[in-house]
């Protein structure tokens, strides 16, 4: 549904008393066992809520190194986010 659709309809007096009751239970009493699980994440977008700071830096690199990040992607691209996603991982395990 598109976002004008969603805005444009009108609660009903049911839905509005639902939800109110909802709004007062904590969150481990609501039952979500009838919502299906998202198991298809293809129309995702990465990003959307939450982007971390990027410091844009020149850092040389052995081309080997280079060359192997940019085979592990399809076309060469997202390279960069590989390379980050590997140093971000070794610093959490040298962190702790």
């Known amino acids: 549904m598109k976002k004008a659709s969603i805005k444009a309809r009108k609660l009903t007096g049911k839905q509005k008393a639902e939800l109110s009751a909802l709004e007062t239970l904590p969150d481990d009493k609501i039952d979500t066992s009838d919502i299906p699980e998202v198991l298809d994440w293809s129309g995702a977008r990465r990003g959307r809520l939450y982007r971390p700071i990027k410091q844009q830096i020149t850092l040389r690199l052995d ?5 192997w990040f940019k085979g592990q992607t ?3 691209r997202g390279y960069q986010t590989e390379i980050n996603r590997a140093l971000r991982e070794y610093v959490q395990q040298h962190s702790a």
Do not use: T
Request: glycine share 12%.
């Open 74 to 76: 399809s076309n060469g």
């Open 63 to 67: 081309a080997d190194v280079v060359k």
